[in-house]
């Protein structure tokens, strides 16, 4: 049976090293949804998430490129692959990304070890830390 991954990806340096990990390491049958997570509106409740495969809607125009923006780089990465993609809404990344692995059984998460936003890691601490001590299944931190 083929490995189910879900690969976070913000279009980070981080994002496309675990994009290339993947690539590198993991078998042309591996199944992977490469997801991005944009922010809800203030009202939205969290830990909720709106899976919007292929852009199906749903974004202001602004949301939609930066989306796109994040996606490209490691969905060129992982050519040749298996690959689903999703923009996920909500209110925090990582119960965002936990809510939508719960969807989807997927085997693993792959995130880089660090993102784009420094000011986000200090006030929200780091995805993959949060990943590491609440997710379900194992999560692979790739430096």
Do not use: N
């Not at 119960?95 to 200090?122: F, K, N, Q």
């Amino acid at each position: 049976m083929p490995l189910h991954l879900v690969l976070a990806s913000d279009g980070s340096t981080g994002a496309l090293s675990a994009a290339q990990w993947i690539r590198d390491h993991c078998a042309k049958d591996t199944l992977i949804h490469v997801v991005t997570v944009t922010h809800a509106p203030v009202d939205v409740g969290a830990p909720t998430f709106t899976a919007m495969p292929d852009y199906a809607g749903g974004l202001d125009a602004a949301a939609q490129e930066t989306a796109d923006q994040r996606l490209e780089p490691t969905l060129r990465v992982l050519d040749g692959f298996s690959v689903d993609s999703a923009v996920l809404s909500g209110r925090g990344i990582g119960p965002t990304l936990l809510s939508y692995v719960d969807t989807i059984s997927a085997d693993a998460i792959v995130v880089g070890r660090r993102g784009t936003s420094l000011v986000e890691h200090m006030v929200m601490g780091s995805v993959s830390q949060f990943l590491a001590h609440r997710a379900p299944i194992p999560v692979w931190i790739i430096p």
